[in-house]
């Protein structure tokens, strides 16, 4: 049992008796830190989770958007950490699984996935390569089975994820606001469980993920086997059953498998239980404690008023889907666990499912002392070097082309995606408003894009997770979309350690700082401790996932086009901490990590939006990891041309060339603009108090040219797509 001797003497005294081993089981399950969230639950009220869209917060198994027409929009994020670290391919896999079904249980169809990696470094580790080409090949596999494209993602690569991985997926889903299912149910309904039989894969897989990883071969039995053509099923009797109106409730059996799946659900109805697992159809003979706490994947609870049983029943036999009525729903706010003829368990829904509170200590960790008092700046290189240290971090695989990455997906399945992988900061998805009406048909448009720093957030995780949020609103509004809300990840090390829990409150605090400035409320999330092998625990790795929607329609999808001229928006300020240039190219640790100013952030975004909806930018490119010059060679590369770039015009506060290239400061945009349109650029500018200047021309002719006091730095687009290209080249031009 994962229960500490705290704990037990907690459960013992709110039983007034001694647990069974199923009670004790049951427990351990959901009261793990990955399912409880026992150290973090304090501060996630941090966030604001309120705001003009939000339907449904954070509580459930996705949050809830009102977009308006009645079309609703659900967004969950997950991980699978562990698993995908022992058994890549299907770790990677069940994580999309389950996700999906979470926005199933809200009575929503999954429309895009997305997703979000991180590995050691595939340049010179062999184990870190198999991982990356498993974990992709799960995610795609998974997804393109079940017809649900993966449209944008991130992966980062550092040596602090050795011997391991991250693998978050996210799911958007749509319903109409007249179908969307919440937690209901009444004495007498009934508790089904649909989908594939249950058997001994998964368990303890949730206590499997509340302690520190130990290596690919232990507790292979709590890596769950995935099902993606059931998965499949799944989704289409669910969503028929929604339309029929025949259920009251769904729920994922994720975690902890029917232990929480049933206490959650019980104590948020203020409920009690009725189970016989002698009903549960079964893949082989399996004890009750067993049975409780397998994490079987594709099965899902379903409430079921008894008068419309016969309805259900026709759907699921119509899609030749399995399952089993296991019991009802009472009113003593009692879990009565019946097996073989014998009371297994009786026990309140509300002791399983409420977690005591661990109370953690939290202390500064002195590696940021060390990196403060040590910090330094490197040699400043010579001109000719320039060009070369570009193109090294245009190979470095957390910046290069992730094309190896999304052509394995089928992205474009469903035809909603309408900005594809690669082609934009934030990829374009349009929701139908149809009345159902072949000549009334009109869309909203949201963006959707995920982001993080580990870098960043590893020397000052409260401007590093920040930073991240900033990056992800920035990515949306490249698009044309206005952030309207937000899910994040928080994955860290072992909350037992005072030093990571510091940077986890600290990363909270610049997330929930930010989101209130800016009021994007936080509509779900997921904690994720114990991210951690022999040789340590991973850089705090806060994800952002953004939701924006384009109010208007003006969208921006296009490229730089020859005669362009290029305009920054934004501020280049000496702010070198955490930046790929330093660490990447120097192998350098630097305290001055970018901070967000968060007037001037809103500001620059929302300049950007304005000139979009005013038709008056071609392009629009955010300035982050790998700095400006980075950028514009990103630019350049998805424009298919080069560009003449005079860095004397640049608005900075930088003392030194490399300083102005490579600098990662926040709340900047690259923007191409039609000559004839600069007057109108800036008479609307004006209006908002954001540094801004054209610093070039884009060019069909020649190279790209980086010009600064009389001198000039080329560079081919030969040379700039060659080293881009390098993770295809280090994975094999294959899938």
Known sequence: MSLTDEEIRYLHDALGREPNIVELSMVSAEWSEHCSYKSSRPYLSMFNTKGKYVLIGPGYDAGVLDIGDGILLTVHI??????????????????????????????????????????????????????????????????????????????????SFKGYCLVDVACIGVARKDRLVTLKGDTGDLLIIAGNRTGKDGIHGASFASRAFEGEEEDRSAVQIPDPFMGKLLIDATMECVDSGCVKAIKDLGGG??????????????????????????REEMSAEEIMISESQERMLYIVEPSRFEEFKAIMDKYEIQFSVIGRLTDDAHLHIYHQGSEMARIKASIVANAPVVKRKATKPPYMEYIASNSRKPEMPEYDDIADILLQLLSN???????????????????????????????????????????????????????????????????????????????????????????????????????????????????ADYGRYMNIPCVGGKVSF?????????????????VGLVSDGKVMKGHARDGDMLMIIGLTKDEMGGSEYYEYIHSILHTDVPKVDLAYDKSARDAVLALIKAGLVTSVHDCSKGGLATAIAEMCIASGICARVELGNLPHRCTRLDDILFSESHSRFLLSIKRDHLDAVDRLLSDYPVDRAVIGKFTSNGNLMLEYNGSSISISMDSMLDSYNSISRLMGHGC
């Not at 997703?115 to 995610?139: E, S, T």
């Not at 232990?259 to 159809?281: P, V």
């Not at 979309?481 to 990571?500: K, T, Y």
């Open 530 to 546: 114990y991210n951690e092998t022999r040789q340590g625990a991973i850089k705090p790795s806060p994800l952002v996932c953004v």
């Open 257 to 282: 498998g029917l232990a929480c799946c049933l206490s959650e659900t019980a104590d948020k109805l203020g409920k009690g239980m009725i189970i016989n697992l002698d009903a549960l159809h079964l």
């Open 78 to 159: 997950e991980s699978h950490n562990h698993p995908s670290a022992v058994e890549p391919y299907g770790g990677a896999a069940t994580g999309v699984g389950g996700v999906i079904r979470d926005i199933l249980s809200m009575g929503s169809r999954p429309i895009a996935l997305l997703d979000a990696l991180r590995f050691g470094d595939i340049r010179d580790d062999n184990h870190a390569r198999w991982l990356f080409r498993n974990v992709v090949r799960g995610i795609a596999d998974y997804g393109n089975c079940i017809g649900v494209p993966t449209v944008a993602g991130e992966v980062e690569f550092d040596d």
């Open 397 to 511: 695989p957390s910046i290069a082309s992730k094309e190896w990455v999304y052509r394995q997906y089928d992205h474009e399945v469903g035809l909603r995606t309408v900005i594809k992988p690669g082609y934009a900061d934030a990829t374009l998805l349009r929701v139908s408003t149809s009345n159902g009406t072949e000549t009334d048909i009109d869309y909203k448009y949201i963006a959707v894009k995920v982001d993080g720093n580990s870098k960043h957030c590893y020397i000052d995780p409260y401007n590093g997770s920040m930073g991240c949020f900033s990056e992800a609103c920035r990515n949306v509004a490249c698009v044309g979309a206005e952030p309207i809300a937000m899910v994040d990840h928080l994955q860290f090390g072992s909350p037992e350690d005072e030093h990571v829990f510091w940077t986890f409150v600290e990363s909270v605090r610049g997330l």
